[in-house]
């Protein structure tokens, strides 16, 4: 399928709403998947920080 202009690229036959939509909502998990473990490592290690510190104070 070819498009005359970029115009017509992003309306992609009256159905551009419903294919931005699934491209913007898959990138949006993908971003999630790679983000959440590396948020829940950094708090991990924060925590594990945190509690030897607690250690060595008693």
Same mark, same amino acid.
């Given at each position: 399928m070819s498009f &005359? %202009?970029?115009a017509e690229f992003i309306a992609m036959g009256?159905?551009?709403l419903y294919v931005w939509s &699934? /491209?913007?909502i %898959? =990138? =949006? *998990? =993908?971003a999630v998947n *790679?983000? #959440?473990? =590396?948020? #829940?490592r @950094? @708090? /991990?290690l924060q925590d594990e920080? @945190? @509690?030897l510190r607690r250690e060595e104070l008693k």
């Open positions: &005359a %202009s970029f009256n159905h551009g &699934a /491209y913007g %898959s =990138l =949006l *998990v =993908l *790679v983000a #959440a473990p =590396l948020l #829940a @950094r @708090r /991990y920080a @945190r @509690r």
